[in-house]
Nanobody
Framework: QVQLVESGGGLVQAGDSLNLSCAAS????????MAWFRQAPGKEREFVAS????????DYADSVKGRFTTSRDNAKNTVYLRMNSLKSEDTAVYYC??????????????????WGQGTQVTVSS
């Protein structure tokens, strides 16, 4: 059974940084793209960033490009999201997702089968 567990959320001020982690278990981690999504109150879950199984390919939403960085450590089955220069509009519950198909890259929530429980990030202005 695949399990994803996020950690690292919290309350910060605008301009601060925060690191999120997502620990995975239950499948060959390095075969799958991993992604970060977020969902603000009253809004749909939106794509934030993704990373290939090898870690060599990344993709970012325009809203976070240049501020957020995703990385992974396959030896630890963990993916990370480093968030710099946080803004109030970054406030949301952040989820990590594991792609449904091996070696498949997507920005669509429907292409990710497994999700973590989410971690709250609140940025005060």
């Amino acid at each position: 059974q695949v399990q994803l567990v996020e950690s690292g959320g919290g309350l910060v001020q605008a301009g601060d940084s925060l690191n999120l982690s997502c620990a995975a278990s239950g499948r060959t981690f390095s075969n799958y793209f991993m992604a970060w999504f977020r969902q603000a109150p009253g809004k749909e879950r939106e794509f934030v960033a993704s990373i290939s199984g090898s870690g060599r390919t990344t993709d970012y939403a325009d809203s976070v490009k240049g501020r957020f960085t995703t990385s992974r450590d396959n030896a630890k089955n963990t993916v990370y999201l480093r968030m710099n220069s946080l803004k109030s509009e970054d406030t949301a519950v952040y989820y990590c997702g594991s792609a449904a198909r091996a070696y498949y890259r997507s920005r669509l929530t429907g292409d990710y089968t497994y999700w973590g429980q989410g971690t709250q990030v609140t940025v005060s202005s």
